[in-house]
């Protein structure tokens, strides 16, 4: 089993700053892309960010120059540096991660979401 815990968000002005993280534990091998997304109310679930393990990132284009994804191998945890934000950046903010199990399978894991709220 794998388990991935976001953390980090909250209530926040427009214009302020968020940093999320996501720590993934269990039975992990080791773990290729990782990511985030966001769904806002009466939306669909969109990609924010992704990295790969050696570091390579992709931004949705709304995000671009306001988010960072990061992640630290060793902890098995990425975060989201989140700037400058817009209230249509509330949304529930979930972590996600494509694992090698320690049985060697390739699943894609969810962490359960962390609430983002910007407020005018």
């Known amino acids: 089993q794998v388990q991935l815990v976001e953390s980090g968000g909250g209530l926040v002005q427009a214009g302020g700053s968020l940093r999320l993280s996501c720590a993934a534990s269990?039975?992990?091998?080791?773990?290729?892309?990782m990511g985030w997304y966001r769904q806002a109310p009466g939306k669909q679930r969109e990609l924010v960010a992704a990295?790969?393990?050696?570091?390579?990132?992709n931004y949705a284009d709304s995000m671009k120059g306001r988010f960072t994804i990061s992640r630290d191998n060793a902890k098995n945890t990425v975060y989201l540096r989140m700037i400058s934000l817009k209230p249509e950046d509330t949304a529930v903010y979930y972590c996600?991660?494509?694992?090698?199990?320690?049985?060697?399978?390739?699943?894609?894991?969810w962490g359960r979401g962390t609430q983002v709220t910007v407020s005018s």
């Open positions: 996600n991660a494509q694992v090698v199990t320690t049985n060697f399978d390739v699943d894609n894991y």
């Open positions: 269990g039975s992990i091998f080791s773990i290729n892309a």
């Open positions: 990295i790969t393990s050696g570091g390579s990132t």
